[in-house]
């Protein structure tokens, strides 16, 4: 499914090194600084999802007041909301990098 979505895609098409020759020599000539900038934004943004999780984590703790109340369905939503813009960030920039998504611990 993967190649589908890359045939699709113009922005992958045009970054893809295999397609485009100016992407090629592009990312021979910056191989070594890409690799540290690849290895940096795989970090951060592993980190940054860590820590969102945290929050929603946080978050449904704060509100185990409401679990009894009218708003409780409120807080779901709010945190069901959040897990998906989290999950879709991480994965849009992961697919920016070409970075394989983590294996689930």
């Given amino acids: ?4 979505t890359q045939a699709t895609n ?4 045009f970054t893809d090194p295999a397609s485009n020759p100016f ?7 910056n191989a070594p600084l ?3 900038l690849k290895q940096l934004a795989t970090q951060s943004i ?3 999802e860590e820590w969102a999780k945290k929050v929603i984590d946080w978050n449904e ?8 109340t009218p708003l409780a369905s409120f807080f ?27 294996a689930e611990e």
């Avoid at 992407?23 to 000539?29: F, N, R, S, T």
């Avoid at 703790?61 to 009894?68: D, G, H, V």
């Avoid at 779901?76 to 983590?102: C, D, G, M, Y």
Wanted: charged fraction near 25%; charge should be positive.
């Fill in 1 to 4: 499914m993967a190649k589908n």
């Fill in 10 to 13: 113009p922005f992958l098409m």
């Fill in 23 to 29: 992407a090629k020599v592009w990312v021979d000539l």
């Fill in 34 to 36: 890409y690799g540290s």
């Fill in 46 to 48: 592993d980190t940054s």
């Fill in 61 to 68: 703790k704060a509100t185990a007041w409401a679990k009894s």
């Fill in 76 to 102: 779901e939503t709010q945190r069901s909301f959040a897990s998906q813009v989290i999950e879709n960030s991480a994965s849009f920039a992961r697919s920016l990098w070409r970075i394989e998504p983590k």
